[in-house]
T-cell receptor, first 109, second 115 residues
């Protein structure tokens, strides 16, 4: 079992829809959780982090964390074609982050 | 802030040659990470430093790989001798341990091709 697992994807949604990306992790000592966006040929770009149970909203993005279930999710509301990218989930324990393999999202106009 | 700086951006070399990748972290950051990304294996952590000291090098694939951080503003990843299977994108990232989330910021990467 991988330490961080994400939806295998690819995920395709129409423009304006909600995209839901999911991630589970195995290390119960994980303290902070991140979502990165990576466009093809570019480096990962941090879009959100969360470290308390519950929801955290930033514009069209909402991160959700449930430590009891070891589950993190990212919701993208009003999806735009520019959101088409690979989304990487990362979990951090004492400074070291472990990344999932990513979920590729395509938003169709 | 200039962000994490990596050089070169692209490197093409022949099998058996030595390759040196360079990284300048964000000023003030005390953690530095080297990752490798391939389609097959995703993003793999190779090694990371805290305050210039290597903390965990368990991801370094073999003795052909070595990394140094002589000061807070510079790190190198060296492959000697290089092999075709080392072809990948190598990312450097840095973060700050200020009691926060340890969010990492990535450099643009070095695309290495070994022929």
């Amino acid at each position: 079992q991988k330490e961080v697992e994400q939806n295998s994807g690819p995920l395709s949604v129409p423009e304006g829809a909600i995209a839901s990306l999911n991630c589970t992790y195995s290390d119960r000592g994980s303290q902070s959780f991140f979502w990165y966006r990576q466009y093809s040929g570019k480096s990962p770009e941090l879009i959100m982090f969360i470290y308390s149970n519950g929801d955290k909203e930033d514009g069209r993005f909402t991160a959700q964390l449930n430590k009891a279930s070891q589950y993190v999710s990212l919701l993208i509301r009003d999806s735009q074609p520019s959101d088409s990218a690979t989304y990487l989930c990362a979990v951090n324990n004492a400074g070291k982050s472990t990344f999932g393999d990513g979920t590729t999202l395509t938003v169709k106009p | 802030d200039a962000g994490v700086i990596q050089s070169p951006r692209h490197e093409v070399t022949e099998m058996g040659q030595e390759v040196t990748l360079r990284c300048k972290p964000i000023s003030g950051h005390d953690y530095l990470f080297w990752y490798r990304q391939t389609m097959m294996r995703g993003l793999e952590l190779l090694i990371y430093f805290n305050n210039n000291v290597p903390i965990d090098d368990s991801g370094m694939p073999e003795d052909r790989f070595s990394a140094k951080m002589p000061n807070a503003s510079f790190s190198t990843l060296k492959i000697q001798p290089s092999e075709p299977r080392d072809s990948a994108v190598y990312f450097c990232a840095s973060s700050l341990s200020d009691g926060g989330a340890h969010e990492q910021y990535f450099g643009p990467g070095t695309r290495l091709t070994v022929t």
